[in-house]
């Protein structure tokens, strides 16, 4: 059974960081597509990042370059760090996964397996 467990959420001033972990079970990370999305109340889903079996990221345009994804395999986690954090940033975070190693074309939230989020709040 797949299990994803975020963490590392919380408030932070404008212009601060925060790390967030996936911690992943029944999954690898080292060889599944898997990804970060948020979603802001009254919002629609918004894909962040995805990367693949084979280490290959995807970043979305509008992030730029503020937050970076990489992982651990020993530790099978996923993490995103976020910086120069802004309060149009305040969202609920979710890591998600694929039951395979290629990442389709397809959004982030509709992938297979999803964690139950983990909520970041930016004041300015």
């Known amino acids: 059974q797949v299990q994803l467990v975020e963490s590392g959420g919380g408030s932070v001033q404008a212009g601060g960081s925060l790390r967030l972990a996936c911690a992943a079970s029944?999954?690898?990370?080292?060889?599944?597509?898997m990804g970060w999305f948020r979603q802001a109340p009254g919002q629609e889903p918004e894909d962040l990042v995805k990367i693949d079996g084979h280490g290959r990221k995807v970043y979305d345009a509008s992030l730029k370059g503020r937050f970076t994804v990489s992982e651990d395999n020993a530790k099978n986690t996923l993490y995103l760090q976020m910086n120069s954090l802004e309060s149009e940033d305040t969202a609920m975070y979710y890591c998600?996964?694929?039951?395979?190693?290629?990442?389709?074309?397809?959004?982030?939230?509709?992938?297979?397996?999803r964690g139950q989020g983990t909520q970041v709040t930016v004041s300015s």
């Open positions: 029944g999954v690898s990370t080292s060889n599944t597509c």
């Open positions: 998600a996964a694929r039951n395979w190693d290629f990442c389709s074309s397809g959004p982030i939230y509709e992938y297979d397996h």
